[in-house]
């Protein structure tokens, strides 16, 4: 079958003839319809980000599919895959399209039993650790597989992903209905974030040096807007905000300093999500302004336990529009020169790029 191949650090190829998989117990096969290209799979292709123990693999983590095929039933294993297998039976048929919930955990480790799954030390991943969406076919458990509801569209499907990263970073923040949030970051996951931010009835104040960004912020529901090349957002934040800066601030941007920034910009007592993240985001926090401050700052990485279904509901209800963010559909085949190498490009001008055949 068509794939396209990560094998090794700057390594990727397009392939025809990768084997075609086949679904074991609780698993589906998926003919897949798109899959969107992330920074995630850029550094992984450019800098060996993410390296599962380097064997060659099909990437695409971000993906939609339709099931041409259910596998045979599944008696025993962990509680999860059990539940795969009955939602082959129950749920899922041939011809149904679905979203890929792309992490797979084990249901039995320390972390899966605590309820925080995102966290499982056993944990796989569709087009990380396995093979994923940027293939004619592709298998994953039948559980993880989230029906599409009609008038959610196989475009809008694989964005499902970043925003379900959106939904867990806004729960991690424990927001209140009233706040005001900042948003570093107008990338993809910022700009479903800002959504996720709004639809739970905060005031949102969107950061980004591009201006591209900041205006489909605005047409998003952004309050307000500051562009840190243009002006200081961090003497700008308090008078927005009461006077007393932004009660959350999510970091998407993972860019050198946006961290910091983060925490200082946030008010006292306030909580500060760092989502973003790249080869050359790494920052000292200054720990001693958190703690002077009561400040909060924590990490979130992937999605919780439903956060997937959430994000697909919040897309098929309009609360979260995705469509903005489509930048192109390119074929597979030309998946490599159209996507990954335009992505790659200084200048890009795209969000996410969709690769398949629909």
């Excluded at 969107?206 to 307000?224: C, H, M, N, V």
């Excluded at 559909?329 to 030309?334: A, H, Q, S, Y």
């Excluded at 890009?348 to 969709?354: A, G, M, Q, S, T």
Aim: proline letters at 5%.
């Amino acid at each position: 079958m068509q794939a396209i191949v990560l094998h090794g650090k700057q390594d990727i190829r397009y392939t025809t003839d990768y084997p075609k998989p086949e679904p074991k117990a609780g698993e589906v096969l998926l003919r897949m319809t798109y899959s969107s290209i992330c920074q995630t799979d850029i550094e992984m292709w450019q800098h060996g980000m993410f390296n599962w123990g380097g064997k060659p693999h099909i990437q695409g983590h971000e993906a939609a599919g339709v099931v041409v095929e259910i596998g045979p039933a599944l008696d025993e294993g962990p509680s999860n895959e059990r539940r795969g297998s009955k939602l082959a039976k129950a749920e899922l048929k041939v011809g149904d399209r679905v979203a890929v919930e792309n992490v797979r955990t084990c249901g039995t480790c320390f972390f899966c039993r605590k309820g925080t799954s995102q966290l499982c030390e056993n944990g796989r991943n569709f087009g990380f650790s396995d093979d994923g969406g940027l293939a004619e076919f592709g298998v994953w458990p039948a559980s993880l597989c989230i029906p599409l509801p009609d008038n959610m569209t196989n475009e809008e499907a694989p964005l499902a992903e970043p925003t379900s990263v959106a939904v867990h970073a806004v729960e991690n923040a424990n927001v209140v209905v009233g706040e005001t949030a900042a948003v570093i970051g107008c990338g993809v996951v910022g700009l479903c974030t800002l959504q996720v931010l709004k639809a739970a009835g905060l005031k949102v104040i969107a950061i980004d040096p591009r201006e591209q960004s900041l205006k489909i912020a605005r047409e998003l529901g952004a309050d307000e807007v500051l562009n840190p090349n243009e002006v200081d957002a961090g003497e700008l934040l308090p008078g927005l905000t009461n006077g007393y800066g932004p009660d959350v601030i999510i970091e998407t941007a993972g860019a050198p300093g946006t961290g910091m920034d983060a925490a200082n910009w946030v008010r006292r007592g306030g909580r500060v999500v760092i989502v973003g993240f790249s080869h050359t985001s790494q920052d000292d926090i200054n720990f001693g302004r958190s703690h002077m401050g009561e400040k909060t700052i924590m990490g979130s990485s992937a999605t919780s336990h439903d956060g997937y279904r959430k994000a697909v509901a919040l897309i098929a209800s309009g609360a979260v529009n995705v469509k903005p963010l489509i930048s192109a559909l390119v074929p597979l085949d030309k998946g490599i020169e159209d996507g990954f190498e335009r992505m790659l490009k200084p200048e890009k001008d795209v969000y996410r790029i969709l690769v398949g055949n629909g």
